[in-house]
Nanobody
């Protein structure tokens, strides 16, 4: 079973940056694909960004050109670099990874952007 842990969240002013990390442990094999999602208070969880096994990336329109998803295969870690943050980016951010056909989720990390 793959254990997923997100970190790097916090409080930042609008216009600032944060880098989220998604580390895997346990019986870990190479991450096939991964994605970041977020859930704001009172809203449904939404997909933010994804990276494929071939390192192709895709982004939600709301974060395109501001967020960058990347991966370090040696560390089995996925990152989300978030720049030019806006108050509407405030949410709990979750990472999901697919390894050996199993999709595993972390518990989330809180990102709060103040205006």
């Amino acid at each position: 079973q793959v254990h997923v842990v997100e970190s790097g969240g916090g409080l930042v002013q609008a216009g600032g940056s944060l880098r989220l990390s998604c580390a895997t442990s346990g019986r870990t094999f190479r991450i096939n694909s991964a994605a970041w999602h977020r859930q704001a208070p009172g809203k449904e969880r939404e997909w933010v960004a994804g990276i494929t096994s071939g390192d192709s990336t895709n982004y939600a329109a709301s974060v395109k050109d501001r967020f960058t998803i990347s991966r370090d295969n040696a560390k089995n870690t996925v990152y989300l670099q978030m720049n030019s943050l806006k108050p509407e980016d405030t949410a709990v951010y979750y990472c999901s990874v697919v390894s050996l056909g199993v999709n595993s989720w972390g518990q989330g990390t809180q990102v709060t952007v103040s205006s």
